[in-house]
T-cell receptor
Framework: GNSVTQMEGPVTLSEEAFLTINCTYTATGYPSLFWYVQYPGEGLQLLLKATKADDKGSNKGFEATYRKETTSFHLEKGSVQVSDSAVYFCALSSSGGSYIPTFGRGTSLIVHP | NAGVMQNPRHLVRRRGQEARLRCSPMKGHSHVYWYRQLPEEGLKFMVYLQKENIIDESGMPKERFSAEFPKEGPSILRIQQVVRGDSAAYFC???????????????FGPGTRLTVL
């Protein structure tokens, strides 16, 4: 079956630091990969996505590259801001899972001024 | 264009009572998904519905839980005889299509936080 593994948090950084949140997956079929962000007290919002190998998703300074050879989709940002503090979820959907998204456990990011 | 709406945002029930959670999808969306988020855990899929049809309920507990998405009105997730272990955040998401291409984005509501005393 499908599964997503994310690095455990919390990840604590100072403002303007470089961010990496690791995500690896196992899937049947050819998955699409997603990063969602959840701000306190809110629902999830799509941050970026990639639908095929070597695609790079990007949004608001965040990037992630679909690496089929390493089954990874790591999230990166060159310079984080306090407003980026949130929980980040890696997810995938594929034909093997009937296209029902599978989510990782989430990684909490805390950015200090 | 209003987003996905859920109500109530917070719901407190005593053990044995019923909980009804409502979800109104985005305008034009006919596909609804329900997820449960337990503390320190990710989202767990519960059920996928289209208008008047349950498409996939593989994540729903076999007892006490039911869901519907009538032709008119919001989708309802119903939990009968709640227990403390049902305390969680319940999120609804909608999409415009079935996502068979695997690329459709899901749009999430703000969630209902259920507390069972």
């Amino acid at each position: 079956g499908n599964s997503v593994t994310q690095m455990e948090g919390p990840v604590t950084l100072s403002e303007e630091a470089f961010l990496t949140i690791n995500c690896t997956y196992t899937a049947t079929g050819y998955p699409s990969l997603f990063w969602y962000v959840q701000y306190p007290g809110e629902g999830l919002q799509l941050l970026l996505k990639a639908t095929k190998a070597d695609d790079k998703g990007s949004n608001k300074g965040f990037e992630a590259t679909y690496r089929k050879e390493t089954t990874s989709f790591h999230l990166e940002k060159g310079s984080v801001q306090v407003s980026d503090s949130a929980v980040y979820f890696c997810a995938l959907s594929s034909s093997g899972g009937s296209y029902i998204p599978t989510f990782g456990r989430g990684t909490s990011l805390i950015v200090h001024p | 264009n209003a987003g996905v709406m859920q109500n109530p945002r917070h719901l407190v029930r005593r053990r044995g009572q019923e909980a009804r959670l409502r979800c109104s999808p985005m305008k034009g969306h006919s596909h609804v998904y329900w997820y449960r988020q337990l503390p320190e855990e990710g989202l767990k899929f519960m059920v996928y519905l289209q208008k008047e049809n349950i498409i996939d309920e593989s994540g729903m507990p076999k007892e006490r839980f039911s869901a519907e998405f009538p032709k008119e009105g919001p989708s309802i997730l119903r939990i009968q005889q709640v227990v403390r272990g049902d305390s969680a955040a319940y999120f609804c998401a909608s999409s415009p299509s079935s996502g068979r291409a695997g690329t459709d984005t899901q749009y999430f509501g703000p969630g209902t936080r259920l507390t069972v005393l």
